[in-house]
């Protein structure tokens, strides 16, 4: 079909524009982690931060045999625990609840 942009109901979008009567003004982007969880959930690459989150999300994808920890951004992923990535998981639903909390009905 042609959606809402075929819609007759558009036929006026460009000059509603000038009123702030625009779609994508509605539309906003927001990161998973912000600064607040970063502080709390220590992210990183491929280390501790990540892999416990995979192993909180998709713990099948996870093989702590194959670690090898000799670049430096690995150093931490011994540290990761399905634990910790729950943990990190409640904080981004946490935040995704509050952003989302408007629009609940």
Known sequence: GEGWWGNTGMANYYQDHEGGDNPFNWIQGHPLMDAAIIEKYYFDHAAKGETSTMMALCPESVDMN???TSKWYLKSAPEAS???GN???????ERLRNLLKPWQT
């Open 66 to 68: 194959r670690l090898d």
């Open 82 to 84: 399905r634990e910790y």
């Open 87 to 93: 943990y990190g998981c409640e904080l981004v639903l």
